[in-house]
């Protein structure tokens, strides 16, 4: 497995940095998958001057972003089959307050990462989670660390989709009813929340009883409301599939939401792809298996 990784100063300038928090929990787990980390430059120089990694030869140096090396891992993102380079996601560690998270070779990382169905890794969280998925696909006993990520039943989901996302979103929905019902609140913006409401319905679910939480349209600010619940950490995973091919009116209101989640770093879990999602979703049922307690 290539993973691309990059992550913004100010979470690799201090020991505590959220950076080294992902790799005191999850090195064991990286070395276990045999993970290859392709690291831009002043990503790869902390990670060797931390020491975490020492003696790791999955751990590849990438050019400065300055010379090209995020560029380097959008390209691999969408892969260089002739040269056999391609990556399978990217970690990107992003602070909300570093503007070098909305350069364009930045923004083209998210976006290529959800055309090609790719995870595309933005918190502490969502990375420690992603480790533990994989984990467990591949047939690995489950970390009793990442117990937390599992605890559905105390956590809020988000599930958001944009409009030619709407159909992925409620065949997902319909597919993970059970799973999706273990958690202790869901939350949806207005269209995609009245639809899931009307298919848990005709599921079963009591009809004087919404399955989701309705807050206001996207356009209307329901971003912004679930951004506020992110903030407040009374929502811990937002699903969010995104429709990377289609100008946004409300593009603010959808990066204020993505900002929300960076911003809540170790709390907050965030899946952009279907095909992720369903990845996620299928390692949650067989972790539940093997860890029932959990």
């Not at 809020?156 to 409009?163: K, Y």
């Not at 009813?177 to 869901?186: D, G, I, N, T, V």
């Not at 593009?251 to 929300?260: G, K, M, S």
């Amino acid at each position: 497995m290539r993973i691309g990784l990059a992550a913004n100063h100010l979470h690799h300038s201090h020991d505590e940095a959220a950076l080294f928090r992902w790799l005191r929990a999850c090195g064991p787990g990286i070395r276990e998958l045999g993970m290859s980390l392709h690291a831009v430059g002043r990503t790869y120089d902390a990670i060797v001057r931390d020491g975490q990694l020492a003696g790791y030869a999955g751990l590849l140096r990438y050019p400065y972003g300055r010379e090209g090396g995020l560029m380097k891992l959008v390209a691999e993102v969408v892969g260089l089959p002739e040269s056999g380079r391609v990556l399978d996601g990217a970690i990107y560690l992003m602070h909300p307050v570093n503007p070098s998270s909305i350069f364009p070779e930045a923004v083209a990382l998210k976006r290529q990462c959800v055309i090609h169905h790719k995870p595309f890794i933005s918190t502490v969280a969502s990375a420690c989670d992603w480790v533990e998925l994989e984990r467990i696909h591949a047939g690995l006993a489950p970390d009793p660390n990442a117990d937390g990520f599992h605890a559905l039943e105390a956590q809020t989901l988000a599930l958001i989709a944009h409009d030619a996302m709407k159909p992925q979103m409620l065949a997902y929905a319909a597919d993970h009813f059970e799973l999706l019902s273990r958690f202790a609140r869901r939350v949806a913006t207005g269209t995609t929340g009245l639809q899931l409401n009307e298919l848990a319905w005709s599921r079963g679910w009591p009809a004087n009883k919404a399955w989701v939480h309705r807050y206001q349209s996207g356009p209307m600010g329901g971003d912004a409301q679930i951004a506020d619940l992110v903030l407040e950490r009374r929502c811990h995973r937002v699903l969010f599939f995104e429709d990377p091919h289609v100008a946004r009116q409300h593009e603010a209101d959808i990066q204020l939401l993505e900002r929300a989640v960076t911003t809540v770093t170790d709390d907050a879990v965030c899946i952009t792809s279907p095909v992720v999602a369903r990845r996620w979703a299928e390692a949650a049922n067989k972790r539940a298996a093997l860890r029932p307690c959990a």
